[in-house]
Each structure stands twice: as C-alpha cells, then as structure tokens.
T-cell receptor, first 116, second 108 residues
Framework: NAGVMQNPRHLVRRRGQEARLRCSPM?????VYWYRQLPEEGLKFMVY????????ESGMPKERFSAEFPKEGPSILRIQQVVRGDSAAYFC??????????????FGSGTQLSVL | DAKTTQPNSMESNEEEPVHLPCNHS???????IHWYRQLPSQGPEYVIH???SNVNNRMASLAIAEDRKSSTLILHRATLRDAAVYYC?????????FGKGTLLTVNP
C-alpha cells in the first residue's frame, strides 16, 4: 500500500533553470496539495488540485510557479527561472476527498530543492 | 502566520507519558485542532485531530479545554520513535499553517 510518492528526493538547479517536482498521490486519492517549507520555518500551503483542476492556488507565488494534476500521471509543481530564495523542501499531500474538517492529509517525504 | 503557541522544546524519558501543550486563543467555532509530527527529512505525519470533545486513537490522546483556547496532546508511553517535531494547528480546511512546533526529545 504505497504512500504519497515524491520525486526526486533531492534536486539541484542553477539560478535561471527550471525545476520540476513530481507527486503521485496515494491510491484512491484524487486530491493533491503542495506545501513549501523554507529553512527554519513551518510548512506553508501553496496550492490544492483535483484531477485537471486547480481548486485553490492562493498560496502560490504569482510568478514563475505553476502546478498541474493531469488526468493521467502525477501532479507536477513547476518552478521556472529558479532563484536562491526558492531553495526549500517541497511537500506534497493527498486526501481521498475534500479535506474539510474531518479528513487527514497524507504527506510524502518531500523534495529538497537547492538552487546554486 | 501560525495562530497557535507551543513550547520550542520538551524532553521526556522513554516509557513515560508526555503532555505537549498548545494555546490557540483565537480559535473560531469551526476550526478543528490538528496535530502532526515530523521526523528529520520526512514529511509530516498525522497524529490526531478534534473539535470539542477529547479524542483518542492508537497513537495519542487529545485533551481539549472547555473554552477551546488550549489543548494537550498526550503520548501515553513515549518511545524513541516518538522523537520528532510536533505541530499543533488550528484550521477548518486544507490550508493548514504549520508553526515551528515543539521539538520532543526522548531519552532512553
């Protein structure tokens, strides 16, 4: 019973390159959430997606960041023209339905992005 | 910004109970209290959550004050595997805002 799978675990990029982070939710889960953890800080919500739909992207930076969850395949968080401030741990979580008040989130092990 | 207040760190001995406090004085009527924990280089792991009544599961118990302005996570018998950062979060949807949490150290 595989959990939330994220890859790569570690990603090194030079300034100006693109970073692509992948997340496969738990089997049977159709809702995906991306969180970012900056050094010495707590996790912060970025975006909530269902298959082929962005439900809430209020936590995403306005520029350079985008996310998708296609009908087939994993969810992708894309960061274009990375800068040093993008260095962080990016966590994906999933849930079987809309997480209102009584569902828990299942988190992956994260992708550590380092920008040189 | 995180809305809850937790001690930065706590220490416990193995096989003893641990009480992790949390203050959430601005909690609204629809906000649940969620607890997650995070081991180094891992994603957060759900521990427990509740609204008004005390809650128990196989991992822990959650005691919620009557005015809901504070709560306590109780680990009945700490093990070395319980050493982690524990986050107390108030929220009513998926936008969980994690603070810095409490770093729990368990001594053998």
């Amino acid at each position: 019973n595989a959990g939330v799978m994220q890859n790569p675990r570690h990603l090194v990029r030079r300034r100006g390159q693109e970073a692509r982070l992948r997340c496969s939710p738990m089997k049977g889960h159709s809702h995906v959430y991306w969180y970012r953890q900056l050094p010495e800080e707590g996790l912060k919500f970025m975006v909530y997606l269902q298959k082929e739909n962005i439900i809430d992207e209020s936590g995403m930076p306005k520029e350079r960041f985008s996310a998708e969850f296609p009908k087939e395949g994993p969810s992708i968080l894309r960061i274009q023209q990375v800068v040093r401030g993008d260095s962080a741990a990016y966590f994906c979580a999933s849930s079987p339905g809309w997480t209102a008040t009584n569902e828990k989130l299942f988190f992956g092990s994260g992708t550590q992005l380092s920008v040189l | 910004d995180a809305k809850t207040t937790q001690p930065n760190s706590m220490e416990s001995n193995e096989e003893e109970p641990v009480h992790l406090p949390c203050n959430h004085s601005t909690i609204s009527g629809t906000d649940y209290i969620h607890w997650y924990r995070q081991l180094p280089s891992q994603g957060p792991e759900y521990v427990i959550h509740g609204l008004t009544s005390n809650v128990n599961n196989r991992m822990a118990s959650l005691a919620i004050a009557e005015d809901r302005k504070s709560s306590t996570l109780i680990l009945h018998r700490a093990t070395l595997r319980d050493a982690a950062v524990y986050y107390c979060i108030q929220g009513s949807n998926y936008k969980l805002t994690f603070g810095k949490g409490t770093l729990l150290t368990v001594n053998p």
